[in-house]
């Protein structure tokens, strides 16, 4: 059974400083690994979907990287902003999607 | 361009009462369709998928299912709500193709069994 996890459950940051967000996954016969944004009572927006042959994928501030073999992706957004305030999720395809339980970043104007 | 619709917002409902979500989607057809509930502090939990009309596969047991009477409508449904069936659900859409396709999410309703 595939677990996702995400670690830290939560971070600060202040503004204008990068964010690293860490997802590892136990088994690395994924398709693909997608990052989601959430907003608190909101549903899940699509950031970046990696498919299994990729390293790395970017939009904008964003690039997400994917190493298969050891089971781990990363997010990083570059010069966070108080908008970028949200739980971001992750989400491996192996069959069926598994998520991470998240990471929730607060960005200190 | 698709949009996905899912309604209400928020319910509360006493136990034992029943309960009835919809999620539609447009600009598509043929999508694949699913229900996810969110615990608190928790990942997505996978409830219902369809890959088709009448078509409902079903990932855990549990005091909820599932109807998908077109194309892009997808109803989530209890006779008799729990506490524990209390929680934020999500509906979903994704292309019916190869692998690796984009998941697509509706706003979500936040469920309070009381």
């Known amino acids: 059974k595939q677990e996702v996890t995400q670690i830290p459950a939560a971070l600060s940051v202040p503004e204008g400083e990068n964010l690293v967000l860490n997802c590892s996954f136990t088994d690395s016969a994924i398709y693909n690994l997608q990052w989601f944004r959430q907003d608190p009572g909101k549903g899940l927006t699509s950031l970046l979907l990696i498919q299994s042959s990729q390293r790395e994928q970017t939009s904008g501030r964003l690039n997400a990287s994917l190493d298969k073999s050891s089971g781990r992706s990363t997010l990083y957004i570059a010069a966070s902003q108080p908008g970028d305030s949200a739980t971001y999720l992750c989400a491996v395809d192996d069959y069926k999607l598994s998520f991470g339980a998240g990471t929730t970043v607060t960005v200190r104007a | 361009s698709q949009t996905i619709h899912q309604w209400p917002a928020t319910l509360v409902q006493p136990v034992g009462s029943p309960l009835s979500l919809e999620c539609t989607v447009e600009?598509?057809?043929?999508?694949?369709l699913y229900w996810y509930r969110q615990a608190a502090g928790r990942g997505l939990q996978l409830l219902f998928y369809s890959v088709g009309i009448g078509q409902i596969s079903s990932e855990v047991p549990q005091n909820l299912s599932a109807s998908r009477p077109q194309d892009r409508q997808f109803i989530l449904s209890s006779k008799k709500l729990l506490l524990s069936d209390s929680g934020f659900y999500l509906c979903?859409?994704?292309?019916?193709?190869?692998?690796?396709?984009?998941?697509?999410f509706g706003s979500g309703t936040q469920l309070s069994v009381l």
């Open positions: 979903a859409w994704s292309v019916k193709a190869m692998r690796g396709e984009k998941l697509f």
């Open positions: 600009g598509t057809s043929n999508p694949n």
